[in-house]
């Protein structure tokens, strides 16, 4: 069965200084893969996917996420953090046939000025 | 216009009731979810449904039925309610059960006395 590790329950960054989150998934087949962004009291909202192609992806506000095989990773990146970046962060990978996605269990991320 | 809209927003009812979450998506999808997020903040898929056919139950007790009555709804029943019910829970489409993304309601936060 796939699983997704965030091994950073929160992490604070200063505004402005560039942010890596973690995420390593399992699983045996080419995975699909996301990262999903909740603000407190909000619903999820889609960052960016990886399906297939190319390994680095774009997402909105700004994020971006690498895929790397060989370390079964989906770190998401962003070079200068704004204070409303201030959330829950999950990756989660989609199962065999794509009827559900398994939820790390999120990184809290807290923006300092 | 709201994707995935979620009523109520927050619910709170004494254990023993019984009470209803409702699920609306205006895009067209086929395939509708409902995911529990526990105090931890870790989501769990509970059930989907494909065309108002269930197409995934995970270990879910009984006491939760879902409900479509057509494929822009999702409605979640839960009877005999426990404090251990007490999460929010979230409502999610997608255009197939396939390889899409899922789009996530804002939420019902649920509060068992």
């Known amino acids: 069965a796939q699983s997704v590790t965030q091994p950073d329950i929160h992490i604070t960054v200063s505004e402005g200084a560039s942010l890596e989150l973690r995420c390593n998934y399992s699983?045996?087949?080419?995975?699909?893969l996301f990262w999903y962004v909740q603000s407190p009291g909000q619903g999820l909202q889609l960052l960016l996917k990886?399906?297939?192609?190319?390994?680095l992806v774009q997402g909105i506000k700004g994020f971006e996420a690498e895929f790397k095989r060989s370390q079964s990773s989906f770190n998401l990146r962003k070079p200068s953090v704004h204070w409303s970046d201030a959330a829950e962060y999950f990756c989660?990978?989609?199962?065999?046939?794509?009827?559900?996605?398994?939820f790390g269990t999120g990184t809290r991320l807290l923006v300092s000025p | 216009d709201t994707a995935v809209s979620q009523t109520p927003k927050y619910l709170v009812t004494q254990m023993g009731n019984d009470k209803s979450i409702k699920c609306e998506q205006n895009?067209?999808?086929?395939?509708m979810y409902w995911y529990k997020q526990d105090s931890k903040k870790f989501l769990k898929i509970m059930f989907s449904?494909?065309?108002?056919?269930?197409?995934i139950n995970e270990t879910v007790p009984n006491r939760f039925s879902p409900k479509s009555p057509d494929k822009a709804h999702l409605n979640l029943h839960i009877n005999s309610l426990e404090l251990g019910d007490s999460a929010v829970y979230f409502c999610?489409?997608?255009?197939?059960?396939?390889?899409?993304?899922?789009?996530f309601g804002p939420g019902t936060r649920l509060t068992v006395l």
């Open positions: 999610a489409s997608s255009e197939t059960s396939g390889a899409d993304t899922q789009y």
């Open positions: 699983y045996g087949a080419t995975p699909y």
């Open positions: 990886y399906f297939s192609g190319d390994t």
């Open positions: 989660a990978v989609a199962n065999t046939g794509f009827q559900k996605l398994v």
């Open positions: 895009l067209g999808h086929d395939t």
């Open positions: 449904y494909n065309n108002k056919e269930l197409i």
